[in-house]
């Protein structure tokens, strides 16, 4: 069983037993939204956190970050990539990690390689993107996707996106070396290890449960209010401005893969060109206004401009190539 269902029974009890509201309801589906991505996020950011400080308080964190940063800096763009393409995380979910990857000391391109292609990409997306468009159709979904969170990555890197980091952040990057090289010499007990990562935890989260709750209020009021046709009505026409206007629409929604491919198999029944519903679709579950509203703790506004026009240009250019070859 899938440990993330537990959330989404936890609001169907809660929403529709307690509260008795109707699942067909516009209130009943944002309110199922709210206090299932709000259990699911907050949950998953003590649990992440925690695991990875406590991990951090027994490791040589220089020797890992300098290896990223330096010699295997590619290979750090690959390896992050695929590993958000295993975990089973929507935009929103995938902030714990990335924040306990930025805490950790991770280079800032390999953790947005892994920003990006973490919601993008899953097994459940893909097996039902299988059925619904082809093999050959999903495999350039799932390369297009690591491809766009590997090329992120190394353009965050390349324009030196670490210098836009929040202060805070940015203080913790600049730790002396020295520091962060005794603690991970030093064989610390399981009560020292538990220690340094309950601090850490909770430093962290009562940074960020705030944003948490007003960034899924919004998405969970664009999931339950925004009429079902509404790209259908608009995109439809097949002209070249569709593609990035979708795009755009998109990265204001919020949902992840696998929530999404109903809306992609309801929209290509609808006649919507294909290129057009996948690039929806990719900044629908790649960036959210949610999100953003989350990665404001950790990213000044320069840096979430970048990563925004990044995703906006990369999935334009997809949803034009797709569109054009059919």
């Known amino acids: ?137 999903t495999l350039t979904y799932v390369v297009v996707g690591l491809l766009a969170g590997m090329l992120g990555g190394a353009m965050m890197d390349l324009i030196g996106a670490q210098r836009w980091l929040q202060p805070l952040v940015q203080e913790v990057l600049a730790a002396p070396v020295a520091a962060q090289a005794e603690r991970g010499a030093i064989r610390l007990s399981w009560r020292e290890r538990h220690g340094f990562a309950k601090q850490e935890t909770l430093s962290i989260f009562l940074r960020v449960w705030p944003w948490v709750l007003l960034g899924v209020a919004l998405g969970a009021g664009l999931h339950g209010y925004l009429p079902a046709d509404f790209f259908h009505r608009h995109l439809g026409g097949g002209q070249w401005w569709s593609v990035p206007a979708a795009v755009a629409l998109g990265s204001g929604l919020y949902a992840n893969a696998t929530g999404v491919i109903p809306v992609m198999e309801s929209l290509l029944a609808k006649g919507l060109p294909l290129g057009t519903t996948l690039a929806l679709c990719m900044s629908t579950v790649a960036v959210s206004i949610p999100e953003f509203v989350m990665l404001k703790q950790v990213m000044q506004w320069r840096l979430l401009a970048w990563l925004l026009a990044y995703i906006l240009v990369a999935f334009t250019l997809v949803g034009w190539l797709l569109n054009a070859v059919g």
């Open 1 to 137: 069983m899938n440990p993330l269902l537990l959330f989404t029974w936890l609001a169907d009890w809660l929403v529709y037993g307690g509260l008795g509201l109707d699942p067909a309801s516009r209130l009943g589906q944002a309110l199922h939204f709210f206090v299932e991505d709000v259990s699911k996020i907050l949950v998953l950011l003590l649990v992440m956190i925690y695991v990875i400080a406590w991990l951090r308080a027994g490791l040589d964190v220089e020797r890992v970050r300098d290896a990223l940063a330096r010699r295997h800096r590619l290979l750090g763009y690959g390896l992050a990539s695929l590993f958000g393409a295993i975990t089973p995380f929507c935009s929103c979910s995938s902030i714990p990690l990335f924040l306990g990857f930025t805490y950790a000391r991770i280079p800032v391109g390999v953790t947005m390689a892994f920003l990006i292609t973490s919601p993008l990409i899953n097994e459940v997306a893909v097996v039902l993107l299988w059925g619904l468009i082809g093999w050959q159709l």
